[in-house]
């Protein structure tokens, strides 16, 4: 089972910010936490990757608060092209796999 | 640079059959994985290599399917006796090194049906 709990879907428009919420209550001292984006007919991509705090890079933002019980993803300014499923994972460095959930379907509208 | 390819892009095939599906990763990752996606859900995990070795096969469903890397590079995936609740698109993915501290880079996926 998914260790992660995020929104089934989400809609917004052309040039908002986009915040989307991941639950990982029972994350573990070694468990990273990481956000993948996927279009249709396409395999997953990598966005961003966090284990506390925040880190940033030139597409998103991830912010971790120090439970680290949760984590946010921020799409700023998102565009039409930003329409995809985002899935949270939590995993360890010790184990390959990665446990993706449902994932969260952004809409983004004009 | 070259990026993770698969082939086939789409394979049909009648319930029965045996398949093979081949994964190309990118130069250089020792870790390559396996995952199944059905319609509407997160990809599932099958099982990872890291060289030449499977280190991970927990989520092979059956002893129908195996996965091979003979050389620690190119990988392929065997389904046997295929039926129809296999029908979906089947991702390769490979890393540097295992861990979720890797990023994973995923293929295009080959679509399978089995009729």
């Known amino acids: 089972l998914a260790k992660t709990t995020q929104p089934i879907s989400m809609d917004s428009y052309e040039g908002q910010e986009v915040n989307i919420t991941c639950s990982h209550n029972?994350?573990?001292?070694?468990?990273?936490i990481t956000w993948y984006q996927q279009f249709p007919s396409q395999g997953p991509r990598f966005i961003i990757q966090?284990?506390?705090t925040k880190v940033t890079n030139e597409v998103a933002s991830l912010f971790i608060p120090a439970d680290r019980k949760s984590s946010t993803l921020s799409l700023p300014r998102v565009s039409l092209s930003d329409t995809a499923v985002y899935y949270c994972?939590?995993?360890?460095?010790?184990?390959?796999?990665?446990?993706f959930g449902q994932g969260t379907t952004l809409q983004v509208k004009p | 640079g070259a990026g993770v390819s698969q082939t086939p892009s789409n394979k049909v095939t009648e319930k029965g059959k045996y398949v093979e599906l081949r994964c190309d990763p990118i130069?250089?990752?020792?870790?390559l994985y396996w995952y199944r996606q059905s319609l509407g859900q997160g990809p599932e995990f099958l099982i990872y290599?890291?060289?030449?070795?499977?280190?991970?096969d927990s989520g092979l469903p059956n002893d129908r399917f195996f996965a091979v890397r003979p050389e620690g590079s190119v990988s392929t995936l065997k389904i046997q006796r295929t039926e129809r609740g296999d029908s979906a698109v089947y991702l390769c993915?490979?890393?540097?090194?295992?861990?979720?501290?890797?990023?994973?880079?995923f293929g295009p996926g080959t679509r399978l049906t089995v009729t």
């Open positions: 130069s250089g990752h020792t870790a």
């Open positions: 994972l939590v995993g360890s460095s010790n184990t390959g796999k990665l446990i």
């Open positions: 029972n994350i573990a001292t070694n468990d990273y």
């Open positions: 993915a490979s890393s540097l090194m295992p861990g979720n501290s890797y990023e994973q880079y």
């Open positions: 966090g284990y506390k």
């Open positions: 290599f890291q060289g030449t070795g499977a280190a991970d």
